[in-house]
């Protein structure tokens, strides 16, 4: 029988299994500074306590909830992809991204870490996924294409998080911005997700502050709703990638439940209830959504919205013809936009020689396996 993974664990939670262990409940606190202040990866690194408890810990806690299957890194080493295996099989990936030029900046450590703010230079991006598979059938997304296996609970996502922390920790360093942006659709399974940024976010734990976390949503209206209600300063982004309600239908099934216009409505109320700005995502696609009369559509809607447009050329899939846009289309792109007043800031695709866009390497590693 599996036994409990310890970051599914919250500090109740443990303060009760260690006062049925007999356990005074300081030691709960011990373990959980150990956890995600230390980041101990396994019982023996709690030295400070007693042997017969670390042996306990060992033999009916969980560490580690998956396996690395396989990692790689981008040639310009700015990028790290993780394939993860979990017991039943199942994979998943979470990704690094370093910004900013750490010969010319200095390392980010765990104290500084919690004072850097969006934007900033040297930036430590954790990507990580909130489900096996994903539901929503994004027809250019490669987990899209692969169907929905199964929701992770909290500490499958924590645990993400917690692997990368202590890979970084060696190098002194620590990661600054986590953006739920892996395999799945986080508000799909929203409260295992919530539940992992309140465990990260917690001030006697890991204490990453919730500005430091993005949502990316493919755009469920009464979860927007829920979210905007819980006035969480979490930041949200909106995966749009089409200004009119028929061809975002021809690339996201999803638009069949909710329209633009309600995705849109939710979001203002998002915005009137948290003044937070909302980012759009999309996806450029040559000759798909990448006109200036798709700009400036899409302007249109989103006039009077506290919000920005963040685009970025496609990464190609194996399961759809779809292509990037070019460079030059892609600054008119955004010219046009931002002449009709909506903000939009191009990307660059990371570690496209990794495969490291949404899906891609657990869906090579399956095509290989078949
Ligand atoms: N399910 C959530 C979060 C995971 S996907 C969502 O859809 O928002 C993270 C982002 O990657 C989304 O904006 C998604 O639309 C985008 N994406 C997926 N496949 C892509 C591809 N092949 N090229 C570029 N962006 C892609
Ligand atoms: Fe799922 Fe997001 Fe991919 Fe769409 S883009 S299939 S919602 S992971």
């Given at each position: 029988m599996n036994t409990p993974l310890i970051y599914d664990l919250d500090l109740p939670y443990l303060?009760?299994?260690l006062k049925m262990w007999g356990e005074p409940a300081y030691r709960a606190k011990q373990i959980w500074q150990g956890l995600y202040q230390n980041l101990y990866a396994s019982p023996e690194q709690f030295t400070s306590l007693p042997k017969s408890l670390r042996?306990?810990?060992a033999?009916?806690?969980?560490?580690?909830?998956f396996e690395v299957r396989t990692y790689l890194d981008s040639s310009d080493g700015s990028t790290r992809k993780t394939l993860f295996e979990l017991p039943d099989g199942n994979l998943i990936e979470a990704v690094l991204m370093r910004y900013g030029d750490p010969a010319d900046n200095p390392q980010i450590t765990a104290s500084a870490a919690n004072s850097i703010g969006r934007g900033a230079k040297n930036r430590r991006t954790l990507c990580i996924s909130t489900q096996a598979g994903c539901a929503m059938g994004c027809?250019?997304?490669a987990t899209?294409?692969?169907g929905f296996q199964r929701n992770l609970t909290s500490g499958e996502i924590?645990?993400?998080v917690m692997y990368y922390a202590q890979i970084l920790k060696e190098k002194d360093e620590a990661v600054t911005n986590i953006v739920f942006m892996g395999m799945g659709e986080p508000f799909h399974n929203y409260d295992n997700t919530l539940a992992a940024v309140d465990r990260l976010n917690d001030a006697d734990g890991y204490n990453f502050g919730a500005r430091r976390f993005t949502i990316s949503t493919v755009g469920l209206v009464p979860?927007?709703?829920r979210f905007a209600d819980e006035q969480r300063q979490v930041n949200l982004a909106i995966s749009l990638h089409a200004a009119d309600d028929k061809e975002r239908l021809a690339i996201m099934p999803v638009n069949k439940r909710y329209k633009i216009d309600e995705v849109i409505e939710a979001c203002k109320y998002y915005v009137e209830k948290t003044h937070r700005r909302v980012t759009?995502?999309?996806?450029?696609?040559?000759?798909?959504?990448d006109t200036p009369e798709v700009a400036r559509s899409l302007a249109a809607r989103l006039r009077g919205l506290l919000c920005h447009v963040n685009a970025i050329p496609l990464n190609p899939t194996a399961g759809y013809t779809g292509q990037a846009t070019d460079r030059e289309r892609a600054r008119l792109f955004k010219e046009t936009l931002e002449d009709a007043g909506i903000p939009c800031t191009i990307r660059m695709r990371r570690g496209i020689d990794i495969q490291a866009g949404c899906g891609q390497l657990a869906g090579s590693v399956m095509d290989s396996n078949e």
């Open positions: 303060t009760a299994q042996e306990q810990m033999k009916y806690l969980t560490f580690s909830p027809v250019f997304c899209g294409q692969m924590v645990a993400q979860q927007i709703r759009f995502e999309w996806a450029l696609i040559n000759g798909v959504n």
